[in-house]
């Protein structure tokens, strides 16, 4: 159906290090995949997103990635910081169906 | 520039009270949406609208009302509020198509039925 799955639900990580969440979905009609971030207390931000006539989206530190073939998209933070704490979302049109959420924790 | 603006930040309602979630934005866009947030499932699409006067279904549409008089303006009603609906109420814009482009959100509504 229109569910996305999300993975992992909760991401520790050493300051510094990498940390990658992963999406699945199985309409083929989607065509955009953004990516939200929330901090306590606020409503989540686009962060990046990606359109299906690319594969790899860069933005400093995070990138995303498509496989249009495998149905599958992913968040990739590099150098992790600790104001990269956040729980993040991902989604994916038509409707913007969104993930369960990662909470990401970065430990410095 | 104030983006999407949403009150009260919190409200606690009895079971069988009626209420009104507000929303408004001044980006004047034309897709406006409400979203719930619940632990562990994510936002889940309400209602949306895609312009003044017109409104649509999301997935979880029921014991819930809107209407849009206004670009600006967005209210979410509960008729007859519910335990079940207690939850983190978001209202969301975006230009274009909003399927294809950011949503912008606002902070967001607790509301917590006893």
């Known amino acids: 159906g229109e569910n996305v799955e999300q993975h992992p639900s909760t991401l520790s990580v050493q300051e510094g290090d990498s940390a990658v969440i992963k999406c699945t979905y199985s309409d083929s009609a989607s065509n955009y995949f953004p990516w939200y971030k929330q901090e306590l207390g606020k409503g989540p931000q686009l962060i990046i997103d990606?359109?299906?006539?690319?594969g790899e989206k860069k933005d400093q530190r995070i990138a995303v990635t498509l496989n249009k073939t495998a149905k599958h998209f992913s968040l990739h933070i590099t150098e992790t910081q600790p104001e990269d704490s956040a729980v993040y979302f991902c989604a994916r049109g038509n409707k913007l169906v969104f993930g369960a959420g990662t909470i990401l924790r970065v430990k410095s | 520039n104030a983006g999407v603006t949403q009150t009260p930040k919190f409200q606690v309602l009895k079971t069988g009270q009626s209420m009104t979630l507000q929303c408004a934005q001044d980006m004047n866009h034309e897709y406006m949406s409400w979203y719930r947030q619940d632990p562990g499932m994510g936002l889940r699409l309400i209602h949306y609208s895609v312009g003044a006067g017109i409104t649509d279904q999301g997935e979880v549409p029921n014991g819930y009302n809107v209407s849009r008089s206004t670009t600006e303006d967005f209210p979410l009603r509960l008729l007859s509020a519910a335990p079940s609906q207690t939850s983190v109420y978001f209202c969301a814009s975006s230009s274009g198509t909003a399927y294809n482009s950011p949503l912008h959100f606002g902070n967001g509504t607790r509301l917590t039925v006893t």
């Open positions: 990606i359109r299906s006539n690319v």
